[in-house]
């Protein structure tokens, strides 16, 4: 059992490092708010990193009951402030969340809003064309709609004529690069 100990302990000393490394390049390559925490079963001190810091990480993501306690060892071997740096970070991030999320629910309620007003006047178009017997929306008689509808008529347009000249495009490319006999 006393060797089977050792090489546990062994290969944690070995590979935590990697770890911590894998969370510490997250955080400083792509700005992301990230923690770890290994615990060795036997003994030893839980190890920690956290980017910014734990305590700001632990605070954006846990509920805020009461302040959180580091353990003076990760706090000393991490550099993490005990007191309030930690604390003011993380209620700037838990703000910065909320916001964001604010701003997601916004965002959405507005592209709910316009895929309404675009269905609204598809289907005018859609009616106009029908009345009109016609066989594509672009001929549709435009005194026949109203200021939304040939909002998404322009738009539609605009799309049209991006997608039929990079098809230009791509058959000119093409033809320039045949062999000429």
């Not at 290994?38 to 920690?48: L, Y």
């Not at 026949?144 to 040939?150: P, T």
Request: some cysteine.
């Amino acid at each position: 059992m006393m060797k089977d100990e050792e090489q546990r302990r062994d290969s944690f000393r070995k590979r935590h490092p990697t770890l911590f490394a894998m969370v510490h390049d997250l955080f400083e390559e792509f700005n992301a708010h990230a923690a770890t925490v290994a615990f060795f079963p036997v003994g030893s001190e839980p190890q920690a990193f956290g980017g910014p810091t734990m305590e700001s990480v632990l605070r954006t993501y846990l509920p805020a009951d009461g302040p959180l306690r580091q353990p003076s060892s990760i706090a000393a071997s991490h550099g993490a402030a005990g007191g309030g740096g930690g604390a003011e970070m993380a209620g700037e991030v838990a703000a910065r969340v909320a916001g964001m999320r604010r701003e997601l629910v916004e965002t959405k309620a507005l592209v709910a809003t316009e895929w309404e007003r675009v269905a609204d006047a598809a289907g005018k178009i859609r009616e106009a064309q029908a009345t009109a017997q016609k066989e594509n929306w672009w001929e549709v008689n435009v005194e026949a709609l109203g200021e939304e509808e040939l909002q998404v008529c322009v738009e539609a347009l605009e799309i049209l004529k991006a997608d039929v000249q990079e098809r230009v495009d791509a058959m000119a490319s093409a033809r320039m690069s045949l062999p000429r006999c």
